[in-house]
């Protein structure tokens, strides 16, 4: 059994530029939750992705979009990087809609935007 | 609005005792809860849950308790090893089909050997 998996695990952005985060979901998986963990802060909810399509959104503007591909792995993007969103994101994966099971993490993708 | 809180951001507790760590939440809508572990560098890991219609859950060394009139839960860990020490986060969630969570800010723990 794969667990998630999230790449790049590090990476460097310019304020203004684009990025994309990937993210694979944990075998037999079909949802997929994107998060971000500032520094000090507990992991904020930005949006879910059930088989293929956007299951709810957290409080995060337009320019934070994202995808689900048909195996359910997921990419996250941030257009027009702010300073601020200099953070860690992480991905879980979960497995039936419907059931009340955990989410499972990645080990996250540290962004840092100068 | 945080409507998840630790308001303890460290607890150090020696070996062998038992750690408490407390999570408040405001959120009536909640009705699942779910504490994860987090070393540096590595994602959060799944500890254990508890839905709101129990009051305690038990898991080897780790028990969740659930008080929903004070809105309170608190996780136990008995006995405490050194392994034990990470970054401890409270989670709930009130969708049932879509587990957006919502997080603590965390309580780091420290076990002293």
């Known amino acids: 059994e794969t667990g998630v998996t999230q790449s790049p695990t590090h990476l460097i952005k310019t304020r203004g530029q684009q990025v994309t985060l990937r993210c694979s979901s944990q075998?037999?998986?079909?949802?997929v939750s994107w998060y971000q963990q500032a520094l000090g802060q507990g992991p904020q909810f930005i949006f879910q992705?059930?088989?293929?399509?956007?299951?709810g959104r957290g409080n995060f503007p337009p320019r934070f979009s994202g995808l689900q591909f048909p195996n359910y792995s997921s990419e996250l993007n941030v257009n027009a990087l702010e300073l601020d969103d200099s953070a860690l994101y992480l991905c879980?994966?979960?497995?039936?809609?419907?059931?009340?099971?955990?989410?499972?993490f990645g080990q996250g993708t540290r962004l840092t935007v100068v | 609005d945080q409507q998840v809180k630790q308001n303890s951001p460290s607890l150090s507790v020696q070996e062998g005792r038992i750690s408490i760590l407390n999570c408040d939440y405001t959120?009536?809508?909640?009705?699942?809860f779910l504490w994860y572990k987090k070393y540096p560098a590595e994602g959060p890991t799944f500890l254990i849950s508890?839905?709101?219609?129990?009051d305690k859950n038990e898991d080897g060394r780790f028990t969740v308790f659930l008080n929903k009139s004070a809105k309170h839960l608190s996780l136990h860990i008995v006995p405490s090893q050194p392994g034990d020490s990470a970054v401890y986060f409270c989670?709930?969630?009130?969708?049932?089909?879509?587990?957006?969570?919502?997080f603590g800010t965390g309580t780091r723990l420290t076990i002293i050997p």
């Open positions: 879980a994966s979960s497995g039936l809609q419907g059931a009340r099971t955990e989410a499972f």
């Open positions: 075998s037999g998986h079909n949802t």
């Open positions: 992705y059930y088989r293929e399509e956007e299951n």
């Open positions: 959120n009536s809508m909640f009705d699942y």
């Open positions: 508890i839905s709101s219609i129990k």
């Open positions: 989670a709930a969630s009130a969708d049932f089909g879509n587990e957006k969570l919502t």
